[in-house]
């Protein structure tokens, strides 16, 4: 499976952004994707999954309420829409596929396959 991360950018504190994370070479069915992100000097941060064929989705609790995780399943693309932001989110957001359990899908080497990520840089 092959990640096409898009959608990063320069945004001012309190506006939007929708990152995309498109996958090619095969469906996303009966992988979990999930997003995380790496600011400089952090570790990989989860922020949000979705089981691509029963729809159950994970948030971060300190990102829950701003940050949403979606899918199209006819387009094979999952989505992560960015509100409220905060120059402390700024990071390279990355799209995973994987196959977690439940007790795992929170853990970055719980996904095996990786976009290149997606910069989004917060302006105070």
């Known amino acids: 499976v092959q990640l096409v991360e898009s959608g990063g950018g320069l945004v001012q504190a309190g506006g939007s952004l929708r990152l995309s994370c498109a996958a090619s070479?095969?469906?996303?069915?009966?992988?979990?994707v999930g997003w995380f992100r790496q600011a400089p000097g952090k570790e990989r941060e989860f922020v949000a999954a979705i089981r691509w064929s029963g729809g159950n989705i994970y948030h971060a609790d300190s990102m829950k309420g701003r940050f949403t995780i979606s899918r199209d399943y006819a387009k094979n693309t999952a989505f992560l829409q960015l509100n409220s932001l905060k120059p402390e989110d700024t990071a390279v957001y990355y799209c995973g596929a994987g196959r977690p359990i439940m007790s795992t899908v929170r853990a970055h080497d719980s996904y095996y396959y990786w976009g290149q990520g997606t910069l989004v840089t917060v302006s105070s």
């Open positions: 070479g095969r469906t996303f069915s009966g992988y979990t």
